[in-house]
């Protein structure tokens, strides 16, 4: 007779390793913008662009919004559900806060006549290097979105709460990502 003992070794949830693949892909994505971006400006023809003003404020918005997200996360352990929902929706805010600055940025660049097209290569990698990035912010508010909904309705507690640990993986992985492309344009310039 053999006999054979099961141990139990935790699962890793395949939603967890499909995010950590796109992310993955995105890192990819943008590696290769910033390397084109290099190459690019060794061939000359490039100007320096200087942040405006709300492209300072939106990282400080986003950089908060990750300390808020880990609020939401500290408060689902504790089964403390009223801080969860308010943490979520202050993320939230903070999210929206962030795209709107961003638009605001954009709105200052044009009024210093940097535009994406029919100007430099530099204007035009830099337009398309941060509107990527604003296009991932989208579906990391709708993320936050859903998230704060089922937050609402109280669908998360201290042993289920992986769609929000989810939300937090995604939206930690923009927050870095944007730090990584402002210090990366700032210094490339």
Same mark, same amino acid.
């Given at each position: 007779?053999n ?9 890793? $949830?395949?939603?967890k ?6 992310? *993955?892909?995105?890192?990819? +994505? !943008? $590696?290769?913008?910033?390397? #084109? +971006?290099?190459v690019?400006? =060794?061939?000359? &023809?490039?100007?320096?662009? /200087?942040?405006? %003003? ?5 990282t ?19 089964? &403390? ?8 929706i202050?993320?939230? @805010?903070? #999210?929206? *806060?962030? /795209?709107?600055?961003? !638009?605001?940025?954009?709105?200052? +660049? /044009?009024?210093?006549? /940097? !535009? ?6 530099? $204007?035009?990698?830099?337009? =398309?290097?941060? *509107?990527?990035?604003? =296009? ?6 709708? *993320?936050?979105?859903?998230?704060? @909904? ?6 998360? &507690?201290? %042993? &289920? ?13 923009? #927050? ?6 402002? +210090? ?5 310039g």
């Open positions: 007779m006999i054979t003992l099961e141990t139990s070794k935790p699962k890793i $949830a395949t939603e390793i499909l995010l950590w693949l796109a992310m *993955a892909t995105m890192v990819m +994505l !943008f $590696a290769g913008l910033t390397s #084109g +971006l290099v690019r400006q =060794a061939e000359g &023809n490039w100007i320096t662009i /200087v942040f405006p %003003t709300p492209f300072y404020f939106s400080a918005f986003i950089l908060l919004s990750s300390l808020t997200m880990g609020m939401a996360i500290s408060a689902v352990k504790k089964n &403390n559900f009223s801080s969860v929902k308010t943490w979520l202050v993320t939230l @805010g903070l #999210g929206l *806060a962030f /795209v709107f600055s961003q !638009f605001l940025g954009y709105n200052a +660049l /044009v009024h210093q006549g /940097v !535009f994406f097209t029919g100007g430099t290569a530099s $204007a035009s990698f830099f337009y =398309a290097i941060t *509107a990527l990035h604003l =296009a991932h912010m989208a579906g990391g508010i709708l *993320a936050l979105m859903f998230t704060s @909904g089922k937050s609402i309705m109280e669908k998360y &507690n201290s %042993t &289920n709460y992986l769609g929000m640990q989810l939300c937090s993986t995604f939206w930690h992985f923009l #927050g870095g990502l944007w730090i990584y492309l402002f +210090l990366f344009l700032s210094l490339a």
